[in-house]
């Protein structure tokens, strides 16, 4: 899969997240400046975790109105594949592409550990290789990762099988609305998440419970 | 023409932070006071013919930027 990978000032994931998209998914993935106007010609367009312009304004808010961004926007509208990590989810929330917000964590605190995750549709380009129900493992690292919406929104989404993952075993590190890690767009080729999962495919980082995912973008 | 733009969470928005906040000034001794609820002060200098083109130019970048509409209210006034 010709994969995308965009670069903002003050992201710091991109290298774990090449070498999973690379190891994992056989991916071949490019790195795209936050300036260019344009993209190659990609399948996936991902972006990665940190903290893009240091989190100023609003977490994502500065990337989110960056010149690359109307290239994704375009991407996506033609059905091309996104996925936000972390930051990067921020950065989607921020334009629009997927509903809701992402505010201060609940208990005001940075929380950097691992979570359980379920798979709550099965049916994405990230989570194909999974079964719904199915658990795994994952780390977050975030500050902002208390999702909200609105009640109305929220029927739809729920209704609308657009919560691809929710922290579950009682782990919602932040307070999220109906335990929200990921969601995506009507269409399902936008998705979003807070977790890393690009932090769990090898045993060096102790457990390899995402692989399936990236797996997922190469089947 | 000095544009004064406040943005403040949307009633029904928790705010985790105010809540902090309050337990801060309730350590310090404050009494008589409750729903502290923080937010954000923006101020610039704007160039436009009156008010009501400098407001209309400021709502467009708090739509578009400034606030994030699904939890933030703005509210603007000019001077000057």
């Known amino acids: 899969m010709k994969t ?27 790195t795209v400046w936050h300036t260019e106007t344009s993209l190659p ?23 989110a109105r960056s010149p690359v961004m109307k290239a994704i926007i375009d991407h996506a ?17 921020e334009t629009g592409m997927l509903r809701g ?3 201060r964590n609940a208990n005001l605190k940075f929380v950097c550990k691992r979570v359980v995750l379920s798979v709550e549709n099965d049916s994405t380009f990230f989570t194909s290789k999974m079964t719904k129900g199915d658990k795994v493992a994952c780390p977050v690292a975030h500050h902002d990762g208390n999702y909200f919406v609105d009640k109305e929104t929220l029927k739809r989404l729920e209704g609308d099988g657009q919560i691809v993952f929710r922290y579950a075993d009682g782990t919602n590190p932040n307070g999220s609305l109906n ?3 990921g969601i995506c767009n009507a269409k399902g080729n936008v998705i979003g998440m807070m977790p890393h999962p690009e932090n769990m495919i090898e045993p060096l980082h102790g457990k390899i419970d995402c692989r399936p995912l990236f797996e997922s973008i190469a089947a | 023409m000095k544009a004064m733009i406040k943005v403040t969470l949307k009633n029904g928005v928790l705010d985790p932070q105010g809540k902090a906040i309050m337990g801060s000034l309730n350590s310090l001794g404050f009494e008589g006071y409750d729903n502290v609820r923080q937010g954000k002060y923006f101020e610039l200098d704007i160039d436009a013919d009156n008010k009501a083109a400098a407001q209309a130019k400021v709502k467009d970048m708090c739509e578009k930027l400034l606030a994030n509409t699904v939890i933030e209210n ?3 006034e000019i001077a000057g």
């Open chain 1, 41 to 63: 010609d990609t399948d996936l367009v991902v972006i990665p975790g940190g903290f893009s312009y240091g989190d100023y304004l609003r977490c994502g808010a500065i990337a």
């Open chain 1, 4 to 30: 995308t990978i965009i670069q903002f000032p003050g992201l710091n994931r991109e290298s774990d997240m090449i070498m999973a998209l690379e190891k994992v998914s056989g991916a071949k993935v490019k």
């Open chain 1, 77 to 93: 509208n033609k059905g091309g594949k996104v996925l936000g990590v972390c930051n990067g989810f921020q950065i989607l929330v």
């Open chain 2, 74 to 76: 703005y509210e603007i």
């Open chain 1, 179 to 181: 335990d929200i890690a």
């Open chain 1, 101 to 103: 917000a992402l505010m």
